[in-house]
């Protein structure tokens, strides 16, 4: 890696950590001397980067947390990277999140330069990947489920259970197992506190009820 990369990651890989890192975690990392670290550290410092360090749990070498850097720009290799493997996650159903999925996709790309964006489709085309979809999933549900986990919200559910039977429960949705083949909600009934696993492609929303005019 050339000097002035590696320096533009070392300011990236520091802008995305919450916690310090060490110089010698950074030798390692990029694979030069610790003297090497140490004149790049202090290259940042000179232009205008302020790295600090800090002593004790948690500490090690950091960005000023009231600095913010410009927006991460992205080449044509990182971006086909990204976008495959989101594509691929999309495609393959790995997430439910599908619609955000594509917007952060479509930010991937809109942030490159056309002559990225030409080198970028010359790599997807060469990139493909082969599995199992996952079960299909209502979009109605997919959307609700996804806004419900993020903003921490019940949610009223109807479902169907292995026997065919079904049932409805008002839950607040812990976490998602995404298993090969399906998708388990892992929640909690907000009635009985009781721990739920729903599988995602069983599910239906339950419509508001709504008040009866006078």
């Known amino acids: ?32 001397s610790i003297r090497t670290i140490f004149r790049d ?6 232009a205008s980067l302020p790295i ?28 086909a990277v990204l976008v495959a493997l989101g594509r691929w996650a999309a495609e393959q159903r790995l997430l439910p999140f599908v619609d ?39 979009k109605e549900v997919r959307r609700a489920v996804e806004e419900a986990w993020f903003e921490q919200q019940p949610i009223a559910l109807r ?17 998602l197992l995404m ?3 399906r998708t388990l909600v892992e929640c909690e009934d907000v009635s009985t506190g009781e721990p739920r696993s729903l599988r995602l492609d069983r599910l239906e929303l339950v419509e508001p009820k709504r008040r009866r005019s006078r």
Request: proline residues 3%.
């Open 1 to 32: 890696m050339r000097r002035q990369a590696r320096l533009f990651a070392i300011a990236e890989h520091l802008r995305a950590r919450r916690s310090g890192v060490t110089a010698d975690e950074l030798a390692a990392r990029y694979q030069v």
């Open 41 to 46: 550290l202090e290259s940042l410092r000179d």
């Open 52 to 79: 600090v360090a800090d002593r004790g749990r948690g500490g090690g070498l950091s960005l000023d947390r009231s600095y913010a850097l410009p927006p991460v720009n992205f080449n044509a290799r990182e971006a």
């Open 100 to 138: 955000t999925l594509n917007g952060a996709l479509d930010k991937v790309r809109g942030a490159l330069s056309a002559s990225a964006q030409r080198e970028l489709t010359s790599h997807l085309a060469s990139l493909r990947f082969v599995g199992v979809p996952g079960l299909p999933v209502r």
């Open 159 to 175: 479902y169907s259970r292995g026997d065919g039977s079904r049932g409805e429960r008002t839950v607040k949705v812990r976490g």
């Open 179 to 181: 298993e090969r083949g």
